[in-house]
């Protein structure tokens, strides 16, 4: 009876002897390395690359020009003028397929410099050397409403000279329709001229009031 009392304790010391081990060995062991873990998640945040860049309102450095002393721009037409057919910008978006490759002029109400339809493939502007602009629409006049349906782009270079622009100037635009992706009108702009400045009307009428 004592003999198999005494196997009994033996085996239960024997076993609490292999558990403590067991528990030391697994308080030791290597951490795994964790890194792969946020990889996978980086991937699945990652969003596909988009043909056309979203738009973003782009505010001209006016300083730049007060620096270079740039002369005042011209509110004159250009000298062929008479090669552009005059027309409204909503006609042009209604059927911009009908004007393509044509010389086009129209006047408009400037609203701002944005990114809208660059460096999209299908009627590519390369963001690095053009800029684009939205005009606002004619045929709305309680509140602004941009006209997304036409791309304006102008050359970065000549877009310095248009510093000055604010929302609301009436200004005439003299381009050539060269696509209609997406069915809209996509317009390179030849020469941009300034009617009135609508900013420096309404200061004018401030100070006299």
Not at 84 to 108: C, E, H, M, Q, T
Request: aromatic share 8%; charged share 30%; hydrophobic share 40%.
């Amino acid at each position: 009876m004592k003999i198999m009392k005494n196997n009994l304790i033996l085996t239960a010391i024997a076993g609490l002897i292999l558990a403590g081990g067991l528990i030391s060995f697994a308080a030791k062991a290597p951490e795994q390395p964790a890194a792969s873990v946020p990889e996978k998640q980086e991937k699945t945040l990652e969003q596909p690359a988009t043909q056309q860049t979203p738009d973003k309102e782009i505010k001209l450095d006016k300083s730049v020009k007060a620096a270079e002393d740039k002369p005042a721009v011209t509110t004159t037409p250009p000298a062929n003028a008479n090669e552009y057919a005059a027309v409204s910008s909503l006609n042009i978006v209604d059927n911009p397929s009908a004007y393509l490759g044509k010389k086009v002029r129209f006047k408009a109400s400037f609203d701002k410099f944005s990114t809208l339809g660059l460096d999209y493939k299908p009627a590519f502007r390369d963001s690095q050397k053009y800029i684009s602009f939205l005009i606002k629409r004619d045929d709305v006049t309680d509140h602004t409403i941009p006209l997304s349906e036409m791309k304006i782009f102008i050359k970065r270079s000549e877009a310095e000279k248009f510093i000055e622009l604010d929302s609301g100037d009436t200004i005439e635009v003299y381009g050539k329709v060269f696509s209609d992706a997406l069915t809209d009108a996509w317009v390179d702009t030849d020469k941009l001229v300034i009617l009135c400045k609508k900013n420096k009307d309404d200061n004018k009428k401030d100070k006299a009031e």
